[in-house]
């Protein structure tokens, strides 16, 4: 289970605590905010791509794979019709066959957090005294 407080006391500027780590979000001066941290949306994309680059060196490591440095690049945007969708572009420094290549988008096709995006999540809110 994940447990985090989001904490705001003034304008777009979020103070995130999950256990003994500390983040900041904020929106872009363009969107209002002052730009002290990721916006919100970027805060779900590092998600999506941290879960990502786990997942494929864990599953290297599980086959005698070396990948090399792994970069996921992860872009949310809208097409001309309206609608939105996030991109996924993995990139290793090792050179691999295409097998490995296709296994290796299997795997990231299979994060829990490519899963709970997919699928979407049920979000129970409530306001407690």
């Not at 209002?32 to 060196?57: F, N």
């Not at 001309?80 to 296994?103: D, M, N, V, Y």
């Not at 049920?122 to 005294?129: E, F, G, L, P, Y």
Request: with cysteine; hydrophobic share 40%; charged share 20%.
């Amino acid at each position: 289970m994940a447990y985090v407080t989001v904490i705001n006391e003034h304008q777009h500027v979020q103070q995130i605590v999950s256990g003994h780590h500390h983040l900041t979000a904020d929106e872009a001066v363009a969107a209002g905010g002052s730009d002290a941290g990721l916006a919100p949306r970027e805060l779900l994309l590092a998600s999506l791509g941290a879960c990502t680059a786990v997942a494929l060196r864990k599953h290297a490591a599980q086959n005698d794979w070396a990948l090399g440095k792994i970069t996921v690049g992860v872009r949310w945007s809208r097409n001309p019709s309206g609608t939105e969708h996030i991109e996924r572009r993995l990139s290793f420094t090792r050179a691999l066959t295409p097998e490995q290549k296709t296994r290796l988008l299997e795997v990231a096709d299979t994060t829990p957090v490519t899963r709970v995006l997919r699928a979407g999540i049920a979000i129970q809110s409530s306001v407690v005294d």
